[in-house]
């Protein structure tokens, strides 16, 4: 009888213990690999310079700052790459009405494109838009543990225009996958919630696919 009742014990001790400890959120954010690599992109020695005049939000997603965050990832990106110089992102807000950046629709009549060119003395802009932003959960429940995953995928699209012709030059697409991995143990309570910060990652490395594959097709063509 002893024994049973120190098997018993030892059981719900572990059991416990390991409820306990499954507490613990794991919010690991495992990035996609990327298919398009700006390092093996090697600059002109006469760099063309480039203004970003717009990013667009086409997804079902709302959010009022989506175009700016947009921009400013994409801003970055195009510093680091180092292969346009670029007119700088904040001077765009002061210089240019806000809804007309959010709408992408700043150069796409010829007279305002022509405007803007003779204000930047830029020879391309760049638009943007984000057209596909799901956030999607799965969960796994059995009698010892819980766990769930929630993926951020997002796809971007970029155009690259000739400020004076107004030709598009070059477009390309990426698209970036976010996981967030949660787990607990059956008295750890809630496994965890979507992490906006996810969102601003997946967006960056969907852009960064895409600026790359935008540049290599642009300088193949040169």
């Given at each position: 009888?002893?024994?049973?009742?120190?098997?018993?014990?030892?059981?719900?001790?572990?059991?416990?213990?390991?409820?306990?400890?499954?507490?613990?959120?794991?919010?690991?954010?495992?990035?996609?690999?990327?298919?398009?690599?700006?390092?093996?992109?090697k600059p002109p020695k006469q760099r063309k310079l480039l203004a970003i005049t717009g990013f667009e939000n086409?997804?079902?997603?709302?959010?009022?700052?989506?175009?700016?965050?947009?921009?400013?990832?994409?801003?970055?990106?195009?510093?680091?790459?180092?292969?346009?110089?670029?007119?700088?992102?904040?001077?765009?807000?002061?210089?240019?009405?806000?809804?007309?950046?959010?709408?992408?629709?700043?150069?796409?009549?010829?007279?305002?494109?022509?405007?803007?060119?003779?204000?930047?003395?830029?020879?391309?802009f760049l638009t943007g838009a984000v057209t596909y932003f799901d956030v999607s959960q799965r969960a796994q429940?059995?009698?010892?543990?819980?766990?769930?995953?929630?993926?951020?995928?997002?796809?971007?699209?970029?155009?690259?225009?000739?400020?004076?012709?107004?030709?598009?030059?070059?477009?390309?697409?990426?698209?970036?996958?976010?996981?967030?991995?949660?787990?607990?143990?059956?008295?750890?309570?809630?496994?965890?919630?979507?992490?906006?910060?996810?969102?601003?990652?997946?967006?960056?490395?969907?852009?960064?696919?895409?600026?790359?594959?935008?540049?290599?097709?642009?300088?193949?063509?040169?």
């Open positions: 009888m002893r024994k049973i009742f120190r098997v018993y014990v030892l059981f719900l001790l572990v059991f416990f213990m390991y409820g306990c400890a499954s507490t613990t959120q794991d919010t690991r954010l495992s990035p996609e690999p990327l298919s398009g690599s700006t390092a093996q992109i086409k997804s079902t997603y709302s959010s009022d700052k989506l175009w700016d965050t947009s921009s400013r990832l994409l801003f970055t990106n195009l510093i680091e790459m180092g292969y346009f110089r670029v007119v700088e992102w904040e001077k765009m807000k002061q210089l240019f009405d806000w809804e007309a950046l959010s709408t992408s629709t700043l150069v796409k009549n010829p007279e305002k494109r022509n405007e803007v060119r003779k204000i930047l003395l830029c020879e391309y429940v059995s009698a010892l543990s819980k766990s769930k995953v929630i993926e951020t995928t997002i796809r971007v699209d970029l155009l690259l225009q000739d400020a004076q012709t107004g030709e598009y030059v070059s477009a390309a697409k990426g698209e970036a996958t976010e996981r967030q991995e949660f787990s607990g143990g059956p008295l750890g309570g809630r496994t965890g919630s979507w992490d906006p910060k996810s969102a601003d990652r997946a967006l960056n490395n969907a852009i960064h696919e895409a600026l790359a594959r935008l540049t290599s097709i642009y300088g193949q063509q040169q």
